[in-house]
């Protein structure tokens, strides 16, 4: 297949990159830096800027006839009060989040309706189903990516085009030392401190990126998609169906003593 895969000059894009490269797969990976690697073709590649990115796809089918699959992996997370985020680091999250998924999106699909083939999977978070404390806007750019996802669904799907959700736990990755931390104001500061050493405890408890490449494959040997999947340790996958039928006290009450806020 040809693959086409999102931030993957490290992290969760570098493992997948060259998890499928070995399996004999054409991969291509776009990020904003070159990536060295013998296993997957490097196009140094700004998602957020569109130009970039229809450049990029040109230049994967001057050697592919097929776009099979799109992995949007691409983001970046970010932490603080809701009160203290700034305008300007708000537009920056979506406009990675959001806007750059959407754009390789819109870049792939004519090529996939043309061969009537196409699977795409938007990395997605378990904190896209809840607002997360001091992790708002981070939920909320994840959720945004979840609707459009659900609406595309409908769109393409005359044309044999899958789209899914995948929302990944915390995973063993740099993904703290690439955050966007807002300035934390002086009555948020000792409860903020306390979320975020246990946040970063999190990802460095969490799951190995090759269990996720592994996932991955196994969700494109499947023919049919549902519209979210979900990989992640059971006591964070836990909380997406406790939200959906615990009263909202009694669920905010939980997170709260996970989050160790009470």
Not at 138 to 150: G, H, Q, R
Not at 207 to 226: D, F, G, I, M, S
Request: hydrophobic share 40%; aromatic share 10%; net charge positive.
């Amino acid at each position: 297949m040809t693959i086409i895969i999102t931030g993957t000059s490290s992290g969760i894009g570098f493992v997948l990159a060259e998890y499928f490269g070995k399996k004999g797969h054409h991969v291509y990976g776009l990020s904003r830096k070159h990536t060295e690697s013998q296993y997957f073709r490097s196009i140094p590649t700004d998602v957020t800027d569109n130009t970039a990115v229809l450049n990029a796809i040109a230049e994967v089918l001057k050697t592919e006839s097929r776009i099979d699959v799109l992995i949007n992996n691409a983001g970046m997370g970010m932490v603080g009060a809701v009160e203290d985020s700034t305008r300007e680091d708000i537009l920056k999250l979506f406009n990675l989040n959001l806007v750059g998924s959407v754009q390789m999106m819109s870049a792939v699909l004519p090529k996939m309706r043309e061969n009537k083939f196409g699977k795409i999977i938007n990395i997605s978070s378990i904190g896209s189903e809840m607002g997360l404390p001091f992790r708002g806007f981070y939920s909320a750019s994840k959720s945004a990516l979840d609707k459009v996802t659900e609406a595309m669904r409908y769109e393409v799907y005359p044309w044999n085009i899958d789209v899914c959700s995948l929302h990944l736990g915390d995973i063993k990755t740099n993904i703290a030392e690439n955050r966007v931390k807002t300035q934390v104001s002086e009555p948020y500061k000792n409860v903020f401190d306390k979320v975020y050493a246990l946040m970063n405890s999190h990802v460095g408890d969490g799951t190995e990126p090759l269990e996720v490449a592994t996932y991955v494959e196994n969700l494109l040997n499947k023919n049919k998609w549902k519209a979210h999947y979900y990989f992640g340790k059971f006591g964070q996958k836990i909380g997406v169906p406790l939200k959906w039928i615990l009263p909202q006290g009694t669920y905010e009450n939980l997170m709260k003593k996970y989050n160790k806020l009470d």
